[in-house]
């Protein structure tokens, strides 16, 4: 129940006003905050629900401080499993006993999660790890729970043309192909010495190293790091850390992520993001939880960051021509109104200092305006537009004077310029050069078959067009038989109520409840 009014103040409408004035307020007051039990509730549904709520937690920007304060516990408090039951999940997995692989192993959990639970310990040699183990029986629990996620999408897209647009099937989909990669410790760990190598010796990422010797499908023994995390911003400050130079290399080192290498973190709440203070004036940041990773087509990259470009820009007219050439709008949409409604969402948004604009808000926005031009939600986009909103959340929790425009425009226009200058397409065809050289001998053969594709095409074409005529009469013939029947079930129907209205005999009563029934199957038939 909520225990006071203001709690209410939450609930928008007329629901608010229900319970406010309801006699709910005349029971009990729970000895919990809303916040905590809201926190609570989503603890209890499981790890799909509890990522939800991670996501929610890096957006101070969007929730009450009490709110966004109780859903950061999800990020690394999850209640613990016994630590018995780790130890033993342990040593099945190695085959092996505790003491033969580690001089110390730390009982009480470093950290726990949705998924998994960490233990701090040492390798024999004396190296500092820690332990990561996934939970007795979760995929159980995650099965379900999808299984749920997979009904309300289907019954949303058979409800809703918005629902429909928005490919809530295919999105939960990619979402279950997600998190079940999230129970295989050892992609992770592959994840994990991926992203280490695409920045070794970098200033902006640290990325810990996996032990390779000791880390199996259900658990995972990496090096163990020392930072401050990054949710604690008065420590970093009184540290002497330029917390400007830390927002803006957490943008570029996304950026990085999703242009440079493509492959990028894509669960970046603040749990998972400590930093390196060794050098407070050039602070580098150190990544953990290398689950859920994602990567872009070369198109869907090129469209985005030609996308970006043209926002920075604010050319309206090239975005709309990108969203019509890449299919992220219908072809036949009206360019110029398409075009005006941009604009008119945009300017009143670009007319704020750069540093006020919200990207999560600008984004929300953006699709809202969409909706009325038919843009259907890209799935393969989804994890990139989380991570964003994660990053830009993060940012501002750390200088709240976050430019992310102003920090992401030199990094894109530079990607832009590399992508198209010369020596870049020199370097693409001397790439391709083999299958090139390989495909030179065939060219004749091919010009020369052209003419006899070209022929078969039209005949296939024409073939089409005349199967397509025979399914058009098909299909009007059904239409007409069907109006048939059900004219026929209609007439069943009505003459079965008025033989029960009219109260006639039995005979005649099992014969009108007959033809009702009857009546009813030639209708819905």
Known sequence: MLDTVDETRHIPGILGSVIRYSPLHLLPKPKDSLACRLRLTIESLGPVFIKFGQILSTRRDLLPEDFAHELAKLQDKVPSFPSDQAMQLIEESLGQKLEEVFARFDEAPLASASVAQVHSASLLDGTEVVVKII????????????????????????LSVDARRLHLIQVVEDYEFTIMNELNLKLEGANTSKLRRNFAGSELLYVPRVYWEHTRERMLVMERIYGTSVREVESLKSQGTDMKLLAERGVETFFTQVFNDNFFHADMHPGNIFIDLTKPESPRYIAIDCAIMGSLTQEDQRYLAHNLLAFFNQNYKEVVRLHLESGWVPTDTDAAAFEAVIREVCEPIFEKPLSEISFGYFLVTLFQTAR????????????????????????????????????????????????????????????????????????????????????????????????????????????????????????????????????????????????????IFLITR
Do not use: C
């Not at 939970?135 to 058979?158: G, S």
């Not at 200088?399 to 102003?406: Q, R, T």
């Not at 990094?411 to 992508?419: I, L, S, T």
């Open 372 to 519: 009325a031009f038919n843009m259907e939600v890209q799935p393969q986009l989804v994890l990139l537009q989380k991570t964003l909103l994660n990053i830009e959340g993060v940012g501002r929790e750390l200088y709240p004077e976050l430019n992310l425009w102003e920090t992401a425009k030199p990094f894109m226009e530079g990607w832009m310029a590399d992508r198209l200058s010369p020596v870049a397409a020199l370097q693409r065809m001397a790439e391709h050069a083999p299958e090139i050289v390989e495909a030179l001998p065939r060219i004749p053969d091919l010009l020369m078959n052209t003419d006899r594709e070209l022929r078969l095409l039209r005949s296939a074409l024409k073939s089409q067009k005349q199967d397509l005529s025979e399914l058009n009469k098909k299909l009007a013939a059904r239409l007409k038989s069907s109006r048939r029947t059900r004219l026929v079930g209609a007439l069943l129907i009505v003459s079965g109520g008025a033989t029960l209205y009219l109260q006639l005999a039995v005979l005649d009563a099992t014969y009108a409840i007959a033809a009702i029934i009857a009546g």
């Open 135 to 158: 939970r007795p029986q979760i995929e159980k629990v995650i099965q379900q729970d999808l299984k749920l996620l997979h009904t309300l999408a289907r019954t949303a897209e058979r």
